[in-house]
Structures are given as C-alpha cells and as structure tokens.
C-alpha cells in the first residue's frame, strides 16, 4: 500500500469509527518516540548541569559580596587617615577598574564555568563599589555626611542608574540592567521627600507609605517596559514582582498603625486577596508566598487589635480561627491552581 492508499484508508476508518483519532495519536507518539536519538535521555543530565551551574555562580557572587565587605572594611578603618580622594578612588577607582577587568573578560572567545562565575563575581562587587563611591563622591562634595540629603542622592541615583544602564551594552548582563533599573527607581523617592523636606507639609507614616508604594508599582512598570525596550532580556520583566509585594503589604501595613488605620487594613486585606489572583494568573508560588504571609499579618492584626477589648482568650480564639482559614485557603490555591510544576513560572529566574 503506498502512501495515498495509506491515508485514504485511515480517512475512511476515522470516519466509519473503526479508529478513533486518539488511537491514531497514540500510534503517531509511539513512533516518534521510537525514531528518537539514543542519546536523547542526556536531557536530564544537561538540566542537572544547569542547576550545579546556578550554584557554582552562587558560590562566585558570595565571594564577590565578600571581596565588597572587605574593601568597605578597608575604607572604613582608614577613614580617619584619608583624604576624599583617598576614598574615592578606593570606592568608585577600584569599582571602575573591576568593571573594566570584568569587560576584558567578557570579550575573550574562550567560556569556562570558572571564567564565567569569575566575571559575575568582579561585575558585581565593581557595581557595589562604584555606587558606594558615587555616594560618597556625592557628600564629599556637599560636605555632609551627617545627614540624609535627598535631593543630592535622587541625582545620584539617577547617574548610578545611568551608568549601569550604559555598562549593559557592553557585558550583557541581567543582573547590571537590573541594578540600573533599581537604581534609577530609585530616583522618585529621593525626589520626592527632598521636595517634602523641603516644604511646610507635615510628612506622617501615611505619606510615607504611599511614596513607598508609588516607588514599589513604579519598579515593576519600569522592568517591564525595559524588557519591551529589549526583547532579548523579556525574562526579567518579572524579577522585582515579589519585591514588590512585598514592599507595598508590607508599607500598607505600616500605615495601618496610623491615623487611618481602618483604611490602610481594609486596603491590606483586598490587596492580599488580589495578590492569590495574580498568584494564580502569573503562577507565581513567590506572591503566593507573600499573600499567604501578609493574610496571616492582617488576622493576628485584626484579632488582637479589634477584639482585644473582648479579652485576651476571645483574641487568641479569633487569631485561630482566622489563621486556620488562611492555611487552608493558601493550602487549597496551591494545590488546586500549582499541580503542574512545568507550568509554574519563577520570576527570579
């Protein structure tokens, strides 16, 4: 039987229902699966690696945070001896020159593990140093560092911000685009309690917390449409997301010790609400976490804040019954909307 004869055979048994289209599927994946490569199954061992990679690069950025401690160590037991130059150039100096090693390093044809986890850890302790030297640049030249100066810091951040933004280009690296968004976020707030500071308004813990919220929704919008402005790095729309949560919650409950407590609770407990939507929306088991936390935060503030006066024991009863509800409604949206982990996206990765 050729092939036309074939398919027309099969046409007809589809139709008639001698052969189901399933029956058909099943063949077909069978097949396919038969005309695999032997060494197909090597896809396990290739995630395997992946994974021991992640932790060797771990294990690298550790020793640059270390590298960073000590030459903040050495600033600061030589303060007193130094002059400003002195500590700018063992700040940003020494934060520009490891960002110039890790650029060489990044343009060699040659890529090992160990070359790789190398450049990480120098990008990463020169970033950290350079934006320790861009703010002591800053108040070297302002002469203060006894007190916050805000308007000063906003228009470092938005250099620091400005300068990551610029290394990216050359080195290509998630976690450089990422400190300049942060970076030049950043730039709000500083702007905005400069502006305050400056004026007759009374700033509160409720102005303080819509700045923090304002700043937080702004670094989420910010890593999106940096990653529409670069399609290629589209994974990190999503990075500060659990940040995010967790900042604006944790801002909002802050406030509700307030003088519009009422307010800032009720907007808490529909925030935490509409955060297990996104959970579930985004498949994101990091905002489950968050709203799973700050669900608990709300019911043992609601319980001993507003039933306290009922008793001690009427408190804790209440404190129980609401934490026992948030177990089971956390528990019940986790395995009702996260049984598939291929599906689960992680916003960190």
């Excluded at 090992?112 to 120098?122: D, P, Q, V």
């Excluded at 002591?136 to 906003?154: H, L, R, S, W």
């Excluded at 685009?177 to 004026?199: C, D, Q, R, W, Y």
């Excluded at 944790?250 to 996104?278: E, K, N, P, R, T």
Aim: glycine share 8%; net charge neutral.
């Amino acid at each position: 039987m050729d092939k036309r004869q074939l398919l027309t055979e099969l046409k007809t048994a589809l139709q008639t229902g001698d052969v189901s289209e399933a029956e058909v599927r099943a063949v077909l994946s069978t097949a396919s699966s038969a005309l695999l490569p032997i060494d197909e199954p090597k896809a396990e061992n290739e995630h395997t690696s992946s994974e021991k990679l992640s932790a060797v690069e771990v294990m690298f950025y550790v020793a640059g945070i270390v590298l960073f401690a000590a030459i903040m160590s050495l600033i600061w037991q030589t303060w007193d001896n130094n002059n400003p130059v002195t500590r700018i150039l063992l700040s940003a100096g020494v934060g520009a020159g490891l960002w110039t090693v890790a650029y060489i390093l990044h343009k060699q044809q040659n890529t090992t593990i160990i070359r790789k986890g190398l450049e990480n850890a120098i990008i990463l302790t020169g970033s950290l140093c350079v934006i320790s030297g861009g703010f002591i640049t800053t108040n070297e030249i302002i002469g203060g560092f006894k007190e916050v100066n805000f308007i000063p810091g906003a228009l470092t951040f938005a250099t620091l911000g400005a300068l990551h933004i610029a290394y990216d280009r050359l080195v290509k690296k998630d976690l450089v685009l990422l400190m300049g968004i942060l970076l030049s976020v950043g730039t709000l707030p500083a702007t905005l309690f400069g502006i305050l500071e400056n004026s007759d308004i009374t700033v509160d813990v409720d102005i303080y917390a819509g700045i923090t919220i304002i700043s937080a929704l702004t670094l989420a919008s910010a890593s999106r449409v940096v990653a529409k402005i670069y399609p290629d790095r589209s994974k990190i729309k999503s990075t500060f997301d659990p940040l995010v949560a967790f900042v604006t919650l944790g801002a909002m409950f802050g406030a509700s010790f307030g003088d519009y407590s009422v307010v800032w609770l009720a907007l808490l407990v529909g925030s935490v609400f509409g955060l297990f939507y996104l959970s579930i929306v985004l498949q994101s088991k990091h905002l489950l976490g968050n709203a799973s936390l700050f669900l608990v935060v709300s019911v043992l503030t609601i319980s001993f804040k507003y039933f306290s006066g009922a008793g001690v024991s009427v408190s804790l009863i209440v404190a129980a019954m609401g934490l026992l509800g948030s177990a089971a409604l956390a528990t019940s949206i986790n395995k009702k909307y996260f049984k598939n982990p291929a599906h689960t996206k992680n916003p960190i990765s």
